[in-house]
């Protein structure tokens, strides 16, 4: 809206639409998030309370059960990658919208959304891709799944000042 609409900018983005937008995202996150406790706490765990993991992720977590975690896998990697995937398809929608309405705007309009874009873009892609890669796939461990899981929750962050001060 800022970049397509910017004069109307104010009137769509009323307080009520910015309320309706942040409660949807937090009714959202709350229900996927208590769907992912509630089917990992039906489960029998047993045996030893170490995973081999950087933090306590669902996967590795699921390797404890004591328990055949087939279906609770398939409903865990179906909610995380249809939300990790559905993210990322309406980031990327939103932007060629975006690139899309700036064939109608100056060079200099043009050249300013564009550097935004390339910026918010490049960390999109630095933070959907490990996702996608962790959370749409069936129980299977690779070795490479530990760094993976550390560049998205620590490099994605600690690049996002790099990736933006390149715009500038």
Known sequence: ???????????????????????????????????????????????????????????????????????????????????????FVILMFSYVVILHSLRNHSAEGRRKALSTCISHIIVVILFFGPCIFIYTRPATTFSMDKMIAVFYTLGTPLLNPIVYRMRT
């Open 1 to 87: 809206v800022a970049i397509c609409k910017p004069l109307h900018y104010m009137t769509i983005m009323s307080q009520r639409v910015c309320g309706m937008s942040m409660a949807v995202a937090w009714v959202g996150s709350c229900v996927h998030s208590l769907a992912q406790i509630f089917l990992l706490l039906s489960l029998p765990f047993c045996g030893p309370n170490v995973i081999d993991h950087y933090f306590c992720d669902l996967q590795p977590l699921l390797q404890l059960a004591c328990a055949n975690t087939y279906i609770i896998n398939l409903l865990l990697v179906s909610n995380s990658g249809a939300i990790c995937t559905a993210s």
